[in-house]
């Protein structure tokens, strides 16, 4: 079978010219900057729609809500859902819609800022677009990337999207009660993402019961 390829310089030329990177990236560090500046400790979680995002955020409130003061920027296309499911376990919750846009932006991260009261927070989730391949492009500020997907998206998840594992501090592999049913390997997800960085710890996880919760909050209390 041919396989064509981009020829070099060629990658992204409309949509993600290397002006447009280089700018998020410079407001990413101003994002980070502010975050630095009011002692708050910002992860971007990443993953695909159903991959159990709003769940983790869920469940790392309720761990950790009596320890920091948790804030959230939530990133949908159009809904405030997963905002007022978060909402109800008691964070401050701004919520982003992108419109068509399939991913956060560093700008649109920088005006969540200014409708935070950032004094009264020293932990924040960022709840990015459900994807899996256009926000790995767009750091956003934060200081640890989380990136979750479930075994009910198949064998192939990681090496079909390796940028996104690269550019993670942490994975999480959700849903792993339904792995044996959806014909999955854990031990094969978990060599593709070693193969991709081999450093990286990975948590089993089933969001919805809270098994493997432990250890992302331990993660988090000693990043």
């Known amino acids: 079978m041919k396989v064509i390829k981009p020829k ?26 502010i975050f630095n500046q ?5 992860i971007d979680i990443l993953g695909s729609i159903g991959s159990g995002k709003t769940t983790l955020i869920c469940q790392l409130i309720k ?40 991913h956060l932006d560093a700008k649109l991260v920088n005006e969540a800022i200014k409708n935070l009261p950032l004094k009264e927070i020293n932990l924040l989730f960022i709840e990015n677009v459900g994807n899996l391949i256009c926000p790995a492009e767009f750091p956003v500020g934060a200081h640890y990337r989380i990136v979750i997907f479930s075994s009910t998206e198949g064998p192939y998840t990681v090496i079909k999207h390796p940028h996104i594992f690269k550019e993670a501090d942490m994975v999480i592999i959700n849903k792993i009660d339904l792995a044996k049913k ?12 070693k193969k991709i960085k081999p450093s990286i710890p990975i948590v089993e996880m089933v969001a919805k019961k809270g098994k493997g919760i432990e250890k992302v909050v331990k993660f988090l209390k000693n990043a």
Request: glycine share 8%; aromatic share 4%.
């Open 63 to 102: 761990k950790l809500k009596k320890d920091y003061k948790i804030g959230v920027i939530a990133g949908d296309l159009t809904t405030e859902i997963d905002a007022n499911l978060i909402k109800k376990n008691g964070a401050k919750v701004v919520q982003i819609n992108t419109g068509k846009e399939c």
């Open 38 to 42: 009011y002692g708050i400790k910002a």
């Open 8 to 33: 070099s310089g060629e990658i992204f030329d409309i949509e993600l010219e290397e002006s447009l990177l280089r700018k998020n990236r410079e407001l990413a560090e101003e994002n980070k900057k």
């Open 182 to 193: 959806m014909g999955v390997s854990l031990i094969k997800l978990k060599k593709d993402i």
